[in-house]
C-alpha cells in the first residue's frame, strides 16, 4: 500500500508532526498524491534565519524558499517561462488555492503569474462547487486522501511558479482520485493547452495494474501521453515516496512515472543531512561559509522565527539519495514491471524502463507552502517526490523560453531523449549533480537500490544545474 501522511488536527503554534497513516486499495483504484508535510505555522508570520524554522518539540527543522532553491540548483536570472504553459494534474484542487498562491507571491516577493487558470475539463467553467469537484475535509476522514490532495494542489502550484513566474499556470482538476478520472481531466487539458508542460505529482505502485488489468486505465493514459507528445506537450511524474518496492517486498516502479513518454522525478536530500534540532545558526559573513546540506548560505543569521537578521543563501552544498526513516519515507526508483527499455535509456544495463532525474524531496530540508484549505492560511513545510515533477516543469518552461529567444521551436514531445543525450556527453558533469551516497531502501523492507557514479536507479542521471542544462537544451 502506498503510504501518505494523514492529519485530524493541526497545531498552528508549533511545529508538529503529522502521523503517517495508510490509504487502502480496494476494488477502486485511486491514485495518490507523493507529498509529506508538517505544519510550521500561520502564514502572517514567515520564519526569518531561514533555511532554519523553530520547533518547540524538535529545536530547528531546515526550511526552504524558493529563493534557497533557486540558489542551490542555480536557476538563472535572466529567464522568467515568459510564453510557456505549465499544467499541474490534480484531483479535488483546493477552494482557496487562489488566494494561497497570492499570499505565497506576496511572502517571497514573486510576481503575480501572467495568468492563473483553474480548468476542470472545461475552459469556459470557473472555479466553484457547482462546476468542479468539492473537497471534503471533514477530521479524519480518509477517503480518497482529498486532504492530501489540497496540500498537493497548493505546493504544484506555488513551486511550479516559483521556479517559472512568468509562465501561465493552469491547474486541470480531476473530479476524483481515480486513473479514469484524472485521464479525462488530462486529455482536455491536452486538447486545451497544446504545446504545454504537464507535471503530474501522483502515481501508484505497478504491482496494481500488473495484478488488475487495466483497473490503472494505463491504456487510456499512454493514449493520453502519445497524443500529446505528438503535439508538442513534455510530461513529467513523481517516482513516489516509499522506497523502491512500496513495502511489497518486490522492487517496481510507480506510474505515470515508469510511463516511456513521462520523465520521472525521484528524490533526494541534503549532504550532510542535518538531522531535526541539530543544524546552528551561521554567525559568518563569508559566502558559503556555512551548509544546510542541499544549499550553502552565509550570515550572521539566527535560529528561529521572527528574528532577525535573516541568513543569505549563496548556491549548492550537495545531495543524497532521499530516505527518512523518521518520516517513514523514501523516494521511489527501480525497474519497472510494465514496460522494458526505451530507446533513449539503452546502454545503462537496465532491462527494464527506469527512473530518469533527481530533485530535492526532503521533508527536514522541505519548501515553506502556503496553504488555507482548512480554514486561516498556514506556512507548511513540504516534501516528497512531488516537490521535484512541478519544478521540474519550471526548468522546462525555462528551457522552451530560451530556445524560442534563440529563435528555435520549444522542447515539446518527450524531453529524455534531450536529457539522455547530455547525460552520453561531456556535458553532462556541468548540467547535472550527479548523486553517488544513499539508497531507496524504505525501512523495514530489504529491497532498494544505492546511488553510484552515473545512472543508477535510485536517482536516475542526477539533479539539475538549471542555467548550464538550459545551455544544452538550447542547443539542442
Not at 67 to 94: E, K, M
Not at 456 to 469: E, H, Q, Y
Amino acid at each position: 500500500m502506498k503510504k501518505i501522511l494523514a492529519i485530524t488536527t493541526l497545531a498552528i503554534a508549533a511545529l508538529m508532526l503529522v502521523p503517517v497513516g495508510i490509504i487502502t486499495v480496494t476494488s477502486s483504484i485511486d491514485y495518490v498524491p507523493g507529498v509529506q508535510y508538517t505544519a510550521l505555522g500561520p502564514a502572517t508570520s514567515l520564519p526569518q534565519g531561514i533555511p532554519l524554522c523553530k520547533s518547540a518539540s524538535l529545536g530547528s527543522i531546515v526550511c526552504y524558499t524558493p529563493s534557497f532553491i533557486r540558489a542551490a540548483y542555480n536557476y538563472p536570472s535572466t529567464l522568467d517561462g515568459s510564453g510557456q504553459t505549465i499544467i499541474l494534474v490534480d484531483a479535488f484542487g483546493s477552494p482557496t488555492i487562489a488566494n494561497d498562491l497570492a499570499t505565497f507571491d506576496a511572502l517571497f516577493n514573486i510576481p503575480a503569474p501572467p495568468s492563473f487558470t483553474i480548468f476542470c475539463g472545461d475552459s469556459s467553467k470557473p472555479f466553484d462547487v457547482s462546476t468542479c469537484p468539492s473537497v471534503n475535509l471533514v477530521a479524519g476522514n480518509p477517503k480518497h486522501a482529498e486532504f492530501s490532495w489540497t496540500i498537493e494542489t497548493s505546493l504544484d502550484v506555488e513551486y511550479a511558479h516559483a521556479m517559472a513566474p512568468g509562465a501561465n499556470i493552469v491547474l486541470d482538476v480531476a473530479d476524483t482520485s481515480s486513473g479514469n478520472a484524472l485521464n479525462i481531466a488530462e486529455s482536455a487539458a491536452i486538447a486545451q493547452f497544446p504545446g504545454a508542460i504537464f507535471s503530474q505529482s501522483f502515481g501508484i505502485p505497478e504491482i496494481f495494474c500488473l495484478h488488475n488489468g487495466n483497473t490503472c486505465d494505463i491504456m487510456q493514459a499512454e493514449n493520453n501521453y502519445a497524443t500529446g507528445v505528438a503535439a508538442g506537450d513534455t510530461f513529467l511524474a513523481s517516482a513516489g515516496d516509499s522506497g523502491a518496492d512500496f513495502g511489497f517486498g518486490l522492487a517496481m516502479s510507480n506510474y505515470p512515472a515508469s510511463s516511456v513518454y513521462n520523465t520521472g522525478v525521484t528524490g533526494t536530500m541534503g549532504l550532510p543531512y542535518n538531522a531535526t534540532g541539530t543544524l546552528q545558526p551561521c554567525p559568518t559573513s563569508t559566502p558559503g561559509s556555512c551548509t544546510s546540506g542541499l544549499s550553502t548560505y552565509h550570515g550572521p543569521c539566527v535560529l528561529g522565527r521572527l528574528t532577525p537578521p535573516a541568513c543569505v543563501a549563496d548556491g549548492y552544498g550537495g545531495e543524497q539519495v532521499w530516505n527518512e526513516p523518521q518520516f517513514g519515507a523514501a523516494t521511489g526508483g527501480a525497474q519497472s514491471l510494465l514496460f522494458g527499455v526505451p530507446s533513449y535509456q539503452s546502454g545503462l544495463g537496465l532491462t527494464s524502463r527506469g527512473p530518469d532525474v533527481a530533485y530535492n524531496a526532503a521533508v527536514n530540508g522541505g519548501v515553506l507552502v502556503v496553504y488555507g484549505a482548512l480554514g486561516p492560511q498556514l506556512l507548511e513545510i513540504v516534501g516528497g517526490t512531488s516537490a521535484g515533477s512541478p519544478q521540474w516543469a519550471g526548468i522546462v518552461a525555462l528551457a522552451n523560453e530560451a530556445r524560442v529567444n534563440a529563435s528555435k521551436g520549444p522542447l515539446g514531445g518527450n524531453l529524455n531523449t534531450d536529457l539522455y543525450n547530455i547525460y552520453h556527453s561531456s556535458n553532462y558533469a556541468t548540467a547535472f549533480h550527479d548523486i553517488t551516497v544513499g539508497n531507496d531502501q524504505l525501512v523495514g523492507s530489504t529491497v532498494g537500490f544505492s546511488a553510484g557514479s552515473g545512472y543508477d536507479l535510485a536517482s536516475g542521471i542526477g539533479s539539475p544545474i538549471v542555467s548550464n542544462l538550459i545551455v544544452d537544451l538550447t542547443a539542442a
